[in-house]
């Protein structure tokens, strides 16, 4: 059974870091791309990071560009997600997710993590 | 970005048939999925490159649609489909969600 469980979440002020992980299990963690998508309070979904399988690739989204990082280690079936800056906007819950593709052509994301909520309020 | 929009509610009584649109400002092939979210769990997928059922989810639910224009169908609805659902493409960067439709039983 695939599970992702993500961890590291919490009460932040504005301008400080968090550091958020995702121990995957259940699949081989090594062959596939992993994602963080996080969800605002009452809002709907956003997608953030996106790393490859061999960390050979990483792609952000243009409102954590430059602030977040996107990394895992293949050997502790982890992902991690570094925030530096944390801005109140950041303020959501973090889902990590695992990707999928059809067709070698479209990516989507076949399982999620329950999520790990970030708050930034000083 | 692709922005994809969804109506933000529906009502609908157990048995009935269900449509949810989604629209994208732009061409997105059949790289469109759809994920069902309920309250306090994370997102499931459904459905994947628009019309591909996700194993393990009932055969009620079915996608449709290529190019800017999508849908989920759900025949019949059930009490235990109440839930929000969420488009989200992938065909063009950064991958984008609609806002979500929230399903709603009479």
């Known amino acids: 059974e695939v599970q992702l469980v993500e961890s590291g979440g919490g009460l932040v002020k504005p301008g400080s870091s968090l550091k958020l992980s995702c121990v995957a299990s259940g699949f081989t963690f090594s062959s596939y791309g992993m994602h963080w998508i996080r969800q605002a309070p009452k809002k709907g979904l956003e997608w953030i990071a996106l790393i490859y399988y061999d960390s050979s690739n990483k792609y952000y989204a243009d409102s954590v560009k430059g602030r977040f990082t996107i990394s895992r280690d293949n050997s502790k079936n982890t992902l991690y997600l570094e925030m530096n800056s944390l801005r109140s906007e950041d303020t959501a819950m973090y889902y990590c997710a695992k990707e999928a593709n059809y067709d070698g052509t479209y990516y989507y994301f076949d399982y999620w993590g329950q999520g790990v909520m970030v708050t930034v309020s000083s | 970005d692709t922005v994809l929009t969804q109506s933000p509610a529906l009502a609908v009584s157990p048995g009935e048939r269900v449509t949810i649109s989604c629209r994208a400002s732009e061409s997105v092939s059949t790289g469109m999925h759809w994920y069902q979210q309920k309250p306090g769990q994370q997102p499931k997928l459904l459905i994947y490159?628009?019309?591909n059922l996700e194993s393990g989810v009932p055969a009620r639910f079915s996608g449709s649609g290529s190019g800017t224009d999508f849908t989920l169908t759900i025949d019949p609805v059930e009490a235990d489909d109440t839930a929000t659902y969420f488009c989200?493409?992938?065909?063009?960067?950064?991958?984008?969600f609609g806002a979500g439709t929230k399903l709603e039983l009479k």
């Open positions: 490159g628009a019309s």
């Open positions: 989200q493409q992938s065909w063009n960067d950064p991958y984008t």
